[in-house]
């Protein structure tokens, strides 16, 4: 029988935003050690051990002026990070509409992120009274997320909970937007080429292992997460990134294992958790086994040499059979390049992956690699 969704409103930043004193406490210590990450980066770099890929650079480079805005400032994702690092408790049970940086959607304002001003300053705490005239009939986001997980099993149904000031058309007790589209496109799609299918089985008498090098605030590790709850997912991303999603998902799923890795190489364990390692502790990592390595929309923004390093920390790393998904566009403003040209340096036989389930695909080529 075909699912039939109700549509119950829109949920409100004010309705999703509760966020307890012990978990505001909880993310000003991950705030504390992403700072320790930031500062052992500055330390390695000015010893020279850590080279230029080692650095946040295309879009992520702190230098760089990346967004123009109309009163001649400039902005960046460093202009959301430093926002999160003020430690406001308004702007940390909002999170989520200070996200922007990694799906190119601005919640805030519905809209995609180029064609707003970046989110500069603290949101006005009557900020829903401005989003109730922004608000109107569920756009076509949330008809794709409906009309494809209807032809999905039924574990697959569900969205990002109603936290971190999360804002969406309601269907039955979900909460639909463009962001949550998105990753369900990314979850499709490692449906339809058989792997999720695969995990989950897999999950049922063992640990399964994946690794997300540039996962941003943590979107799809959460999709991963409540799929296969038996699961250890090794987050990969600058500090400042890393600052999101361990604060997102540490908060979303309390009763787990959350480390934060500090050290090079570092053996992940084997048990169900989170690990997040910084961008510049990669090469070093020990992550053998691996089930699974994705990337989704960011090696396009990365450099050549930093590909290549990923390219070759996920050669060492996948087991036998195991495969790397990978959904990017060809390139980026700040990083024009042939991605596939320079995957292909390391890694071997790309596979485009085609959906019988979404017709026309959103965020980039998908391609499956072997080792
Ligand atoms: C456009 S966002 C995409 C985030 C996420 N994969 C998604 O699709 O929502 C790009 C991500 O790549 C990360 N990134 C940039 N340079 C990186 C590097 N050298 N190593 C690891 N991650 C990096 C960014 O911090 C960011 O999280």
Request: some cysteine; hydrophobic content about 45%.
């Given at each position: ?7 119950n409103g ?5 309705a999703?935003?509760?966020?307890s ?8 210590a991950?705030?504390t ?8 980066r500055?330390a ?12 946040p ?6 230098t ?7 009163d ?6 460093m202009?959301s990070?430093?926002?999160?690092m ?12 200070y996200s922007q ?13 180029v ?13 829903d ?5 922004l608000?109107?009939?569920p ?8 009309n ?5 099993p039924?574990a697959?149904r ?20 463009k ?12 449906h ?17 292992r994946?690794?997300e ?19 250890r997912i ?17 908060t ?10 500090t ?5 992940v364990p084997?048990?169900p958790g989170?690990?997040y390692?910084s ?13 699974l390595a994705?990337?989704t929309l ?11 390093s990923?390219?070759?920390l996920i ?7 195991a495969?790397?998904?990978?959904q ?12 596939v ?31």
């Open positions: 029988v075909a699912w039939q969704p109700r549509l829109f949920l409100f930043s004010d999703s935003s509760a966020l004193q012990q978990e505001f406490d909880n993310i000003n991950i705030l050690g992403i700072e320790g990450l930031i500062a052992r500055q390695l770099t000015s010893e020279g051990r850590l080279d230029a890929t080692a650095q650079s295309g879009n992520w480079d702190p760089k002026k990346q967004v123009y805005e109309i001649a400032q400039t902005t960046s994702f202009t990070f430093a926002l999160l003020q430690r406001d408790y308004d702007i940390l049970k909002k999170l989520r509409l940086a990694f799906s190119g959607y601005q919640l805030a304002t519905l809209a995609p992120a064609h707003r001003p970046w989110i500069r300053e603290k949101l006005p705490a009557d900020y009274r401005f989003l109730r005239m608000v109107g009939n756009d076509e986001s949330v008809h794709k997320f409906v494809t997980a209807n032809k999905l039924e697959y569900f969205s990002f909970p109603a936290k971190f000031g999360e804002i969406g058309w309601i269907v039955d007790d979900m909460v639909l937007s962001d949550t589209w998105m990753y369900l496109e990314r979850i499709c799609l490692l339809e080429c058989g792997i999720l299918p695969a995990l989950i089985e897999k999950s049922k008498t063992t640990t399964v994946i690794m090098i540039g996962s941003g605030f943590g979107g799809l590790a959460y999709f991963l997460k409540r799929i296969i709850p038996n699961s090794v987050l990969i991303d600058l500090p400042e990134s890393l600052a999101f999603c361990l604060s997102y998902l540490a979303v799923f309390p009763g787990i294992s959350h480390s934060l890795v050290t090079a190489d570092y053996p084997e048990g989170f690990t390692v961008n510049y502790d990669a090469p070093s990592l020990q992550v053998p086994n691996l089930d994705i990337n960011s090696m396009a923004e990365m450099e050549d040499e930093q590909i290549i990923y390219c070759k050669q060492r790393s996948l087991a036998p059979g495969q790397f998904f990978e990017n566009f060809g390139f980026s403003t700040n990083a024009t390049k042939n991605l040209a320079a995957i292909s340096q390391v890694l071997t036989n790309p596979r485009l992956i085609q959906s019988a389930i979404i017709p026309t695909l959103e965020k980039g080529t998908p391609r499956l690699w072997s080792a």
